[in-house]
């Protein structure tokens, strides 16, 4: 088998630069922290979005429903344009 085919997990070696300021050092540990935290935050905020468009979804499908169930009750045909305004039932004709 040549050196090329074979598959080694070797860690690579490291060399010591020099001290970092523990300034430096604590600056980037609370950068780090904090940006973890936003990452959550998001993540958190991402399922309340989705929450937010399943219950918009929802509340779509009933008001289309309702829709429906009043314009068979008035007699409204089901290819009539129309809404509600002012507890009228309005039909909407083409401009």
């Not at 937010?52 to 429906?68: D, F, G, P, T, Y």
């Amino acid at each position: 088998m040549s050196d090329e085919a074979k598959t080694e997990n070797t860690t690579p070696s490291v060399k010591i630069l020099g001290d970092v300021t523990p300034e430096v050092s604590q600056t980037l540990n609370s950068l780090r922290q904090a940006s973890n935290e936003v990452v959550f935050r998001i993540g958190r905020l991402e399922v309340e979005k989705q929450r937010l468009m399943n219950q918009l979804s929802e509340m779509e499908v009933r008001a289309a429903s309702l829709m429906e169930q009043e314009g068979k009750r008035l007699g409204i045909e089901p290819q009539t344009t129309w809404t509600i305004n002012d507890g009228k039932a309005v039909e909407i004709q083409g401009g």
